[in-house]
């Protein structure tokens, strides 16, 4: 199967016009009726087909039929959720029907042991020139196309919003339970793609379909082993001079990669050999699935730069020598100010306030003072980013506060993060800032870290590293 | 003034009778009217005297006075918050008044230059043999004994409920938004001290005090620099054998020693000869300002275990990959199950759950499961602590589920943390198993590092190390 057949394929899968799905169900408790359901729930515009060998006349309210071949109409998508022995089967059907592209959600393949079962499904993918994601996996949402086919309660998930980030997750339970954290971090989702055992398509169609995606500013990715390493190096190479993909890999311990083996039977190779690759192209690498979040918020929002002095701006002076250890942690330096700056901080600034950085603007800061600051800063060629400090549990900080943070934030060409930690009034804020563009962070570390991600990946595409 | 009467003395201020607030004023925008407000508002149910040498009638509805010599009456602390230069003729007055302790919140001392002004305060204090807490702090918090001497508009902060964690900081900011943020990690307060300038009550009488102090089983502590060096080494030395102390030091690289000098007139010393006495003496060293959260929650609620072995059971394959991984950065090990164990899990599990760890429950797994495998562990003598990892997106978590984990999580003579990712759905479920005294982390990096902190300082208190 050719690869740019698959690759033009994806699309079918990302925006079917018509969908089957094969093992729908009025039984509440099937996954197949969980999936017809979020399809209607969303509003999908296309039209569903629900298919069940023991249908006798309607589904959830909808012609049912027994088998693809009976729908007689074009169908883009099936999804297959079935017991695992007669998916080959239905997938057979589905070729025969012209089905252009189907997710097999159903697990008890590879993972299980039965290599044989998924074999068979990949012949008949084959035979067909049928792309398929799964076997084993969630698969795949579009909120813009309102396709979603996991089988996942819909009150359990916060739906992710219309966004620029792409989640790519060989785990379904990674994949769910990032998913369900995106809305929080304030950032919307390009495309969600939960591959499970990589069968037919693998990390390197998928890849090869998001570099080229349009919608797709930043991939977020978790991985346990890629199949095909020579191809990975070769989309790996491309990808990052386009759009940045931050990574995390399962299994980088001897302990870990037994345990990622027995999950989707991954060939998860030597954890040095992968990080080597990861870095030699410009992979942002992730340490914890927060830095998978945190590093997406900053890459979809804010300007990239190849310096690293940073001015720090703080109402809070511990926290600002907090986030200075943080900085110089990631290789970063602290910004000298320029002697324009010092004095025009000088004749703006109270006495109280050492104009030196990290700036500490004073408890009693309003949003005058931050915005004052700020413009010094935004002039000032010393300055290649900023890490802001605002805790809104003093007195002057509040929405006026985030909304200077937001003008910044949003118009600036240097990069800008913001640290504002604490409970449900600084949450409010946050919420506020995050939804206009402006990344917030809880720690200083993970404001450093992911500001760090951002310079070095600015210097990759510059060729500097 | 010997350090046992320093010592007994913070019991004036922890758990004062009365309380004059020098400054306090009708005026909403003054300290002292916060002040003030917050201990009328809390219920404090001691006498408060405001005293404020403008006044002539009362403030805020009671009687005023010029001067705390006026009140004729025991005060045990005196909270000041009025102008810098005046603070060192006002102590001199509590002095000859008889004041047993103050906290001065103004600022302007050493951390701006003014030495000498900071000197005179001292000298005063010794005077009188005064313990005094700042200047240049937020003072103290005690939910107890409804003590709050924190100048915060309520609102802008959840307050903590009562717990078992003391809470010290040096900066003040550090201070409130940590504080901010107890409420939603779901432990309680025992005590919060933010102590600034450290002019006369310092880290040394402070550990001297929350040592010896029944309610506070756990210290987390924001550190920038102890002037003591030697006492502190002494105090570090005792206090580790009783209770967990989690640290943070602000100023660990060269340009964030810099700024914490200019903070709070730190004498930072090297970093280095910190953390070598931090380790020697058994403190838990955070990295990070979560750490200190994530870290007391551990420590307030698990049993201590020397023994490294942990297993792993989980809904979520991927998550158990990177959970596995965690364990290992953190010089943890997975645990080999007895011959017992396996023949018990084969029993009463499903075929598709491989019996091995990391015990993968399968995505359907239920309350049911999740118990039958804990009680598995319980008994295994080769597993010495547990990471559950329970993500709720899946359709059988749900909230009996929770109430299992909280059996077993309160009751086991092992410890347990929880790993459970995501939206609001899940915080729900979080809430519910922290409040009743289950750790829950929201990654496995921060579950395996805070489980390694238990068992490093269990093996430092039995001498292993």
Known sequence: MPKEKKYANLEFIMHPK??????????ADKIGHIIM????????PGRIYPINIKSTGTIMGRKAYKSVLDVKAKIDLAVIAVPAEIVPAVLDECGKAGVKS??????GFAEVGNVALQDELVRVAKKYAMPV????????????????TLFL????IDKPSIGGVSFVSQSGAVGSSVLDMINSEGFGLARFISYGNAAVVDEVDI?????????TKVIIFYIEGAKRGKEFIEIAKKITKIKPVVIIKGGITEAGAGAAHSHTAALTGSAGAYEAVFRQFGFSIANDLKDLLNFAKVFETQPLTTGNRVAIITNGGGTGVLATDALYKNGLT?????????????KTMPSIVNVRLPLD?????????FSEALSVMEKDENVDALIVIALFQTPGADSKLAASLIQFGTTMKKPMVVISMGGSYTQAHRTMMESSGVPVYSSPNEAADSLAALIDYSKYRKGIV
């Open 133 to 148: 994601i799964g076997p084993n996996c969630l698969g795949v949402m579009d909120p813009r196309s309102r396709v979603d």
């Open 361 to 369: 603007l004073a408890g009693d800061a309003d949003d005058k003072r």
């Open 153 to 156: 309660p819909t009150f359990k």
């Open 102 to 107: 189907a997710v097999v959600i159903s697990g």
């Open 207 to 215: 890849l090869n379909y998001l570099m080229r995606d349009k919608e």
């Open 37 to 44: 359901h979020n399809y209607i729930d969303e509003g999908y």
């Open 334 to 346: 602290l910004a000298t100010l320029s002697k324009e700056s010092e004095e025009e901080l000088k």
């Open 18 to 27: 018509s969908v089957a799905i094969v093992g729908a169900s009025d039984n």
